[in-house]
């Protein structure tokens, strides 16, 4: 027995130590069947490693946990402005004094293979902009091999960096984590060739969410002599602090103070509206795209239109495109954005080289702060029947060049002309990714795409609510009420309330204009005081009439002798009712007619009774 008590403390020991969910099912599942008996003779012993057992339990069901890291108050242009995250880097393990070796900096989000930061030597021969979003020189000169070269062809950015292990800080302000020996490349060289030809050093570094589709194979392969470099979120799920190599994304907008969202590890489910598509990897089928209208009328002349994704032959078609962070714009076949420009007040700019925003036409300003959107539609999600449009309203297409691009700012829209090079895609960037939620899990190689919300009524979307994601997920579980979208952009918009009804196809109907504001947008009399005219005319010809017809009978009985009437009165009466059958039906016809279109102030009978008067005058004049 004695030996017994040994080996049971010796269970209870590895179990609180390693925390293993195997060995805790296989504790419980002896202490509860033939084992018993036994375990009855230590009861004391048992209560207190079956309390340790537990309390060393729960750091291990709440450490693999989402991370949901920190965006920065500072937003960056000169082609957005675009929302950064913060994070901090520098030092190792054996730093006696982390933070202190730790410096801050802004980074945007994406990037491949590693995540690349800025140093003052790459800086040096720029101006000031060059590293605003902060600067990193390694304190190590033991880099890591392979340092790797980025040239990214939508938007024309140009790095060469080398590759040093490093210390990571990284959370929001209700948790941060620090992660070591993570490969990081500082930026050796740095530049970025605008459309127009000006070459200039990008304001911040990228952020790598994962060694990109091309080495998904290789994604989780934590060697470091392997050919996959760390990525901060491969480092923590090696580390086992997240749940997956995975992550949920939302930039938000930066124009509209509405942060961005990242969970490491996880997705935020109020920064998605299902239905959701999903592909192996990063390509997706883009079936076409559209102009429409939330709610209201629409402010273009046409209603909405469709059709508007052309290819390079000029022909409506579907595309392959990737959804990616790293370039800024839609980046698309020139044919596209020409079909956009025909519906749309915007034009090429022949000295700056984008599509600008025509912002003296009188419909620019009702379209971009209308419910009117861009639809980019998808294939459904395996096992769905549905297509999935993303709506990316207008305003968050109405964005801004500033300096080093122009001399002063302009509003352009982010449709960007692509010459695709062999082996590319075409790219859904930063522009698309304000209006779009994009997740991924590397180890099950799932790409989803989702309707965002828009800002909402405290700029958090449809509120924060963070979820874990499992290392084997496929599927995601968001709200599919449609009128979400609607509601989170509704301090955000005005919908033009027109008289006529929208030619809108959108699901939302509508609004009925009101008795108010119709009367308001009507001028002239009321119905009341029209009915009261003709009323007042009507007895005036009446009295006028019954003067007269006494008249002639006062004169005609002067002039002729008194003579039996029987025949007259006779003819008289057959002529009344007559007359007063056919106002019997003009009354029925007038108690069928909606309320509102009778006349009340009318008396029903009053000229029906008092109106024989042409047959008589036609009977005097015959004598």
Known sequence: ?????????????????????????????????????????????????????????????????????NWSSTTYGPD????????????????SNIAAEQVSVDLLVGSYYASYIPSSSACRPYGPQCGTGGEWDPDTSVPSSSPPNIWDAPSAINITGTVYPAAVTIGSAEKQQTVYDVDLATINTFSVEYPNQKTAAPELGFFALNSGNDQNAQALNYNKDGVDPWIVAGALYNQSIIPSYSYGLQIGSAALGYGGSLILGGYDKGRAIGPYTSYAGYSATLLDISINVETGSSPFTFGNASGLLINTLGQPDSL????????????????????????????FDQATQYYLWNTSDPSYEKIINSPAYLGFHFTPAPGDNANVTIKVPFKLLNLTLTSPVVSSSVQYFPCMPFDIPRGDQW???????????????????????????????????LGYEPQNMSNSATTLDLSNDQTLFAQSWANHWTPLNDSKPSSS???????????????????????????????????????????????????????????????????????MQHKEGHASERDAYAAELPYDHQIQEMPPHAISKELPVPEETHELDST
């Open 1 to 69: 027995m004695a030996q017994y008590n040994q080996v049971s403390a010796l269970l209870y020991f590895q179990i609180a130590s390693r925390s293993g969910a195997f060995l805790i099912s296989l504790f419980l599942l002896l202490s509860n069947t033939k084992h018993r008996a036994m375990f009855q003779v230590f009861r004391p012993w048992h209560k207190v490693a079956s309390t340790l057992t537990l309390f060393c339990a729960v750091p291990f069901s709440t450490a693999q946990q989402y991370l949901a890291v």
């Open 80 to 95: 957005g402005p675009w929302n950064a995250i913060t994070i901090k880097v520098g030092g190792n393990q054996n730093s």
């Open 320 to 347: 392959i495109v990737k959804a990616d962070p790293m370039p800024p714009g839609l980046h698309l076949p020139a044919q596209t954005c020409s079909a956009l420009a025909e519906k749309l007040p915007i034009y």
């Open 427 to 461: 790219r859904l960037g930063r522009a698309f990714l304000q209006g779009a939620f994009l997740g991924y899990n590397t180890q099950t190689n799932t790409m989803w795409l989702a309707q965002a919300p828009g800002p909402g009524a405290s700029n958090q979307g």
């Open 505 to 575: 196809n959108s699901t939302s109907t509508s609004p009925i204009t009101t008795s108010a504001s119709f009367n308001k947008s009507h001028t002239g009399l009321s119905g009341g005081a029209i009915a009261g005219i003709v009323v007042g005319v009507i007895a005036g010809v009446v009295i006028i009439v019954a003067v007269i017809i006494i008249y002639l009978l006062t004169r005609r009985r002067k002039q002729q002798p008194f003579q039996p009437v029987s025949q007259q009165s006779s003819e008289v009466s057959s002529s």
